[in-house]
C-alpha cells in the first residue's frame, strides 16, 4: 500500500510525524512525505525529533500574496504528485490550507483522502478563519473520517456522513507528546539557549496566540490582560511570539520591555513540552495546546469566543472567556494566588496514545473501501 501524508504547518508536522513513524514500521506500507512548507521557521527541528525525512512540495508557497494564490499552488502541486504516481490514500491532518489543498487534490485525482482530526466544528464558517471552512471542505473530500472524540464524530454524523466512513481515535497530538517524552528521557537536548534566562521558578503563565479574526482591537484587549496579570507577586509571562508580522507588531508595541513578561522566539516542541510541565497556567487562541495541556492537568483560558475543541472546557480544563481584557484577568487571578499551582484532575478528553496505531490498522484495512488499490488519474 502506497500513502502520501502531506504536511505544512508546525501543528501538522507534530501530528502527523508519529503517524508517518508508525506506518513505517510496517512491511507493507510505503508513506511518502510532503511537506508545503507552509510553515518554515516553526519547523526548525521537528524532522530531526521525530525521524523523519519529508520531500518539498514543488510549489512556491509563502513567495504568493494572498491566501488564495496560497492555495491555488500547493492543489496544483499536490494533484500533479498524485497524477505521476498511484496512491491508495491521501492523509491530511486538521484544518490548514495544506490539508484542504491536498484533500481536493485527492478528491479530484479519485484518490481516497483520509481525514486526521476530524469533525472538529465552531458552528461559524468565519470562526475561526479560514480553518472552520476548510473543515467542512475537507469533510466533502474525504473517504474516511478520523475525529479524535465522540463529540466530533457526532458532528460529522448530524452532517450527514455514514457511520462506516467514521473512526474514533483520540488526538495524534497525544502520540506525540509521549514520543517526545520518550526522546528526552532519552537524551534529546533541545537548544539551551531557548530556556536561558526563563524564571522557572516563578508562576509562569505560558501564553500563545496567532489567530486571524483576533488581530487587531481584540489581540490588544488580550495583550493589556496580559500586562496586568504579569503585574501580580512571583508571576511571569512566557510568550512564544508567533512569526506572523501582524502579530509581531502587536505584541512587542504592546509587551515589549514590560517587567515579567518574556517574549521569546517560537520554541522547539520539547522545550514547549517542558514549559508545559512547569506551567501553572495557559492562555492561548491556539488549538492544538488546548489539547496538549490536559496531560499535565493545567488550567487553560482559551481567548476565543468559541472552541472546536469544546471536550476541554466539558472536562473543566479549558474556560472561555473571549477577548475581553476584564474577563481574562478576573479568570486568571484566582488560579495565581495560590502557594501551589491548580492542577485540574481527571484524563486528558483528547487520547492516550494509541491513535496513529488505529489509524495505521484502519487505512490498511483498504479493501473496505470496495475499490481495492486506488488509481490516480486526473477527474477531467
Not at 22 to 29: E, I, M
Amino acid at each position: 500500500m502506497r500513502i502520501l501524508i502531506a504536511l505544512g504547518t508546525r501543528p501538522e508536522i507534530i501530528k502527523l510525524a508519529p503517524l508517518a513513524v508508525t506506518l513505517a514500521q510496517r512491511s507493507d506500507v510505503a508513506a511518502d512525505l510532503y511537506w508545503s512548507g507552509q510553515h518554515i521557521e516553526l519547523a526548525d527541528g521537528l524532522f530531526e525529533l521525530f525521524g523523519i525525512t519529508p520531500k518539498r512540495l514543488e510549489a512556491e508557497v509563502m513567495g504568493q500574496p494572498t491566501l488564495a494564490e496560497k492555495f491555488g499552488a500547493m492543489t496544483r502541486a499536490f494533484g500533479e504528485l498524485l497524477r505521476s504516481a498511484k496512491y491508495d490514500w491521501v492523509v491530511v491532518q486538521g484544518d490548514t490550507a495544506t490539508a484542504a489543498a491536498a484533500a481536493i487534490a485527492g478528491f479530484l485525482c479519485n484518490v481516497p483522502v483520509a481525514h486526521v482530526e476530524a469533525g472538529l466544528r465552531t458552528g461559524d464558517l468565519r470562526s475561526p478563519w479560514p480553518e472552520e471552512f476548510n473543515r467542512h471542505a475537507i469533510a466533502l473530500a474525504a473517504s474516511h473520517h478520523f475525529p479524535p472524540t465522540d463529540a466530533s464524530a457526532a458532528n460529522l454524523r448530524a452532517e450527514g456522513f455514514a457511520d462506516s466512513t467514521i473512526t474514533i481515535t483520540g488526538n495524534t497530538v497525544i502520540d506525540a507528546l509521549l514520543h517526545v517524552r520518550r526522546q528526552v528521557a532519552a537524551g534529546y537536548v533541545p537548544r539551551s539557549s531557548q530556556l536561558a534566562g526563563l524564571p522557572l521558578n516563578r508562576k509562569i503563565v505560558l501564553v500563545t496566540g496567532h489567530r486571524r479574526e483576533n488581530f487587531g482591537e481584540p489581540m490588544r484587549r488580550v495583550l493589556r490582560a496580559l500586562d496586568t496579570i504579569a503585574r501580580q507577586p512571583d508571576v511571569s509571562i512566557v510568550f512564544p511570539v508567533h512569526l506572523n508580522p501582524d502579530v509581531q507588531r502587536e505584541v512587542y508595541a504592546l509587551l515589549g520591555g514590560r517587567p515579567n513578561i518574556h517574549l521569546i522566539e517560537p520554541l522547539q516542541y520539547p522545550v514547549l513540552v517542558h514549559l508545559m510541565a512547569k506551567a501553572w497556567l495557559v492562555v492561548t487562541d491556539s488549538g492544538g495546546i488546548q489539547e496538549e495541556a490536559p496531560s499535565f492537568g493545567l488550567p487553560i483560558l482559551i481567548t476565543r469566543e468559541s472552541t472546536e475543541r469544546p471536550e476541554v472546557v466539558t472536562a473543566g480544563f479549558g474556560q472561555l472567556v473571549g477577548t475581553g481584557e476584564a474577563a481574562i484577568v478576573k479568570a486568571a487571578l484566582p488560579l495565581l494566588a495560590g502557594q501551589s499551582r491548580v492542577e485540574i484532575a481527571g484524563a486528558n478528553p483528547f487520547g492516550n496514545g494509541s491513535s496513529c496505531r488505529i489509524i495505521a490498522d484502519r487505512l490498511m484495512q483498504g479493501a473496505w473501501l470496495g475499490t481495492g488499490t486506488a488509481h490516480a488519474e486526473a477527474a477531467e
